[in-house]
C-alpha cells in the first residue's frame, strides 16, 4: 500500500503570462497531471542537484585542507619514520 505524503505547506509565485504559458505547455508535454505537480518535480530535482554539488565542493574544501596541512605542517618524523629513513640510509650506501 502506498503512503501519502501530507502536503500542507505552501509557496506563493508570480509569473508573467509568457513565464505561465512556457510552465503550463512543459506541464501538458510531460503528462503531469497538475501545474503543481509539475512545478514541484522540477524545482525538487534542481533543488536536489544544487545540494549535492554544494556538498561535493565541501568534501573537496576539506579534502583540500587536510592534504595541505598534512604536507605543509611542520611536524617532526615520529620514531618509526626515523628508523625508516636510517634502514633506507644504510642499504643505499
Known amino acids: 500500500m502506498e503512503t501519502q505524503l501530507v502536503k500542507d505547506k505552501r509557496i506563493e509565485l508570480r509569473l508573467s503570462e509568457a513565464e505561465k ?19 514541484v518535480r522540477i524545482v525538487k530535482k534542481e533543488a536536489e542537484a544544487i545540494v549535492a554539488n554544494r556538498n561535493k565542493v565541501l568534501a573537496s574544501e ?32
Open 62 to 93: 576539506r579534502d583540500r585542507e587536510i592534504f595541505f596541512n598534512a604536507v605543509f605542517a611542520e611536524l617532526e618524523p615520529n620514531q618509526n619514520l626515523r628508523e625508516a629513513a636510517k634502514r633506507h640510509q644504510l642499504n643505499k650506501g
Open 21 to 39: 504559458e512556457i510552465f503550463q505547455k512543459a506541464q501538458e508535454l510531460s503528462g503531469e497531471k497538475s501545474l503543481s505537480s509539475f512545478v
